[in-house]
């Protein structure tokens, strides 16, 4: 069983189009943490959200945090080619005190 | 640039090798990691430490050995390994402080691509 379920698990879009991603969980996560990992590098932090509703945005990506702190969602709009990559949400798990991953979404934009 | 290195990028090694991954980070953070990524897995954790004590070893095989000898420096020391060892390894690292989200935040190196032959 997987602490933080991202959905989809693939997406493939022409560029231009929007779409979003979810992160989700049964339990409470304090904060969460995004990042994208680009092919041959690892994850790099996008941005952390800490509080309940909490939206910030990064030039077209707008990240959301669930008013009960189990989710969170990953909007991109007008996606680039430079936006292809896995994105992984992550955060600390009390219940287990361990910090965990998601399953990863992994975008392709295509051209 | 994340302020984290890690080398060699790729190894590639029989079972029978001793070989050491190393990774150095720039940030003055106080907590080192090491992760395993394979192929349609999630990212595991495998090992944690806060100001060079280790403090979390996720049941990892003893044929990987972990060793932090100061706050900036970290080796995986890899002996005897399996095909299925194969993965990319991730070394990250972080500013743990109490009850702050950026505690959490962690940051990556490129990682070294294992080849278990």
């Known amino acids: 069983t997987q602490l933080l379920e991202q959905s989809p698990q693939f997406l493939s879009i022409q560029e231009g189009e929007n779409l979003t991603v979810y992160c989700n969980s049964s339990?409470?996560?304090?904060?969460l943490q995004w990042y994208r990992q680009e092919p041959g590098e690892g994850p790099v932090l996008l941005v952390t959200?800490?509080?309940?509703?909490e939206v910030k945005k990064l030039k077209r990506l707008t990240f959301q945090f669930g008013d009960a702190r189990k989710d969170s969602s990953l909007h991109i709009t007008a996606a680039q080619p430079g936006d292809t990559g896995l994105y992984l949400c992550?955060?600390?798990?009390?219940?287990?005190?361990?910090?965990?991953f998601g399953t990863g979404t992994r975008l392709k934009v295509l051209a | 640039e994340t302020g984290v290195t890690q080398t060699p990028r790729h190894l590639v090694m029989g079972m029978t090798n001793k070989k050491s991954l190393k990774c150095e980070q720039h940030?003055?953070?106080?907590?080192m990691y090491w992760y395993k990524q394979s192929a349609k897995k999630p990212l595991e954790l495998m090992f944690v430490?806060?100001?060079?004590?280790?403090?979390e070893n996720n049941s990892v095989p003893s044929r990987f050995s972990p060793e932090c000898p100061n706050s900036s420096h970290l080796f995986l020391h890899l002996h005897t390994l399996q095909p299925e060892d194969s993965a990319l390894y991730l070394c990250?690292?972080?500013?743990?402080?109490?009850?702050?989200?950026?505690?959490?935040?962690?940051?990556f190196g490129p990682g070294t691509r294992l080849t278990v032959t």
């Open positions: 990250a690292s972080s500013q743990v402080g109490p009850g702050t989200a950026s505690s959490y935040e962690q940051y």
């Open positions: 339990s409470v996560f304090s904060s």
């Open positions: 959200v800490a509080t309940g509703g």
């Open positions: 992550a955060g600390w798990h009390s219940g287990t005190y361990k910090y965990i």
């Open positions: 940030l003055g953070h106080n907590a």
């Open positions: 430490y806060n100001f060079k004590e280790q403090t």
